[in-house]
């Protein structure tokens, strides 16, 4: 079986083309839970390490921003390296692929803890604070599927990913 049909059939099986006329919502729910997991670690992460040191709003939402966007291409540099892709390459590919969904996600999920009122002054030992996170982090998730769908169709977002894969 030479190259080009393996990778044909790993498009169809992943329910898209590659990006080339189209992308299915399960692709873009699949690539958007991908960015969710890097994204969500990093928020965390920076939530915890911001509130455990007590500092204040904006340096703790920074901090997560930041490892928000570590995370997130993290976990796309280390399957397209997996795949053999030397540093700089996969480096451009994950930029490519993960900074518009990444940004929308941090938007989204920043946006409403900042506005929810109480939960930027929540205490991880506190309801609100797990509470505001989770459910901004699940409207973020819904509003980048679509953003990651158009973008797999146009062959840009994780359609460029799934080109090493």
């Known amino acids: 079986m030479d190259?080009?049909?393996?990778?044909?059939?790993?498009?169809?099986?992943?329910?898209?083309?590659?990006?080339?006329?189209?992308?299915?919502?399960?692709?873009?729910?699949?690539?958007?839970?991908?960015?969710?997991?890097?994204?969500?670690?990093g928020e965390v992460l920076g939530m915890v390490i911001g509130t455990a040191l007590g500092w204040g709003n904006v340096p703790t939402m920074i901090l997560a921003i930041?490892?928000?966007?570590?995370?997130?291409?993290?976990?796309?540099?280390r399957g397209i390296l997996a795949a053999g892709v030397d540093l700089r390459t996969a480096v451009r590919v994950a930029l490519a692929a993960d900074t518009l969904s990444i940004a929308v996600m941090e938007l989204i999920d920043n946006g409403v803890i900042a506005l929810w009122p109480g939960a930027m002054d929540a205490h991880l030992s506190e309801a609100l604070f797990w509470i505001a996170l989770a459910i901004s982090l699940a409207l973020a998730f819904v509003v980048t599927t679509p953003v990651?769908?158009?973008?797999?169709?146009?062959?840009?977002?994780?359609?460029?990913?799934?080109?090493?894969?």
């Open 148 to 165: 990651n769908k158009w973008m797999i169709g146009r062959g840009k977002g994780h359609a460029v990913v799934h080109r090493y894969h």
């Open 66 to 77: 930041i490892l928000a966007f570590f995370f997130g291409y993290a976990l796309t540099l």
């Open 3 to 41: 190259h080009a049909h393996v990778h044909e059939e790993h498009h169809q099986h992943h329910g898209g083309d590659g990006g080339r006329g189209g992308a299915s919502w399960a692709m873009a729910a699949r690539a958007t839970l991908h960015c969710l997991t890097g994204c969500a670690v």
